[in-house]
């Protein structure tokens, strides 16, 4: 295939995807935004989310400044943010600041070095915990544990569920296409029926 539509399928093959923008601090203080979709859950206890990095064969600023300040944070989007959160991804040079370039607002939290977005309504906070090299083609995993979180009360529902729907969150395939999201249907654990156990 030729090599842009190469890229559109394979970004679109996962399915839809979330997406967020990742706030990081360099090492001179200058804020970066970027929007990422590669978010994974890891794991809830101890509460562990990934993120995968394009190589680093030219300059990576989240990459680069995760491994200085070892912190990071995820700026959920919805719809009045998705304009200004693809802008991010254009390659601004490091003393850019995405926030100045796109007219977002930098929110701090005391004791936390990364910026978050102010207008997102979804807002958490990651300290380092490892990176992986995935040796197939040079990407990495970011790992990260969570420390902060942050959302309007009503929007965490007392099962410790978040209403996505009442956020409206957005979500992302490929690099260039972004959706609402509707219609949720919730359901109880999954159990096997009774006589069909698997066995031993
Ligand atoms: C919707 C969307 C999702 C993206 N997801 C990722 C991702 O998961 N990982 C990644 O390395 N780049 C991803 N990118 C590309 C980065 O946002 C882009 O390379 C950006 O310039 C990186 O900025 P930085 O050098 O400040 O980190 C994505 C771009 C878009 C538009």
């Known amino acids: 295939m ?4 190469r890229i559109q399928l394979a970004t679109s093959l996962p399915g ?3 997406v967020a923008l990742v706030g990081t601090r360099d090492a001179r203080g200058g804020a970066n935004l970027a929007p990422f979709s590669s978010i994974v859950h890891l794991g809830s206890n101890p509460l562990l989310l990934g993120m995968v990095s394009r190589p680093d064969v030219v300059e990576r600023h989240t990459l680069v400044n ?7 944070t995820l700026n959920h989007l919805h719809p009045d943010l998705v304009r200004a959160a ?4 254009a390659r601004y040079p490091a003393h850019v600041s995405e926030f100045e370039a796109t007219g977002l607002t930098e929110h701090h939290e005391p004791g936390f070095a990364a910026p978050f977005v ?28 969570v420390t902060l979180v942050q959302l309007p009360a009503e929007r965490l529902r007392p099962d410790g569920s978040v209403d996505l729907e009442g956020l409206e969150a957005v979500a992302s395939t490929a690099l260039d296409t972004y959706f609402g999201i509707t219609g949720s249907l919730r359901l109880p654990y999954a159990k096997v029926p009774d006589g069909s156990s698997r066995g031993s």
């Open 2 to 5: 030729e090599s842009r539509a």
């Open 118 to 145: 102010a207008e997102s309504r979804f807002r958490v906070g990651l300290e380092l915990a490892e990176i992986v090299d995935i040796a197939s083609n040079g990407t990495k995993l970011i790992v990260g544990r």
């Open 16 to 18: 839809v995807k979330p």
């Open 86 to 89: 693809h802008q991010c991804s």
């Open 66 to 72: 995760i491994l200085g300040r070892r912190c990071w």
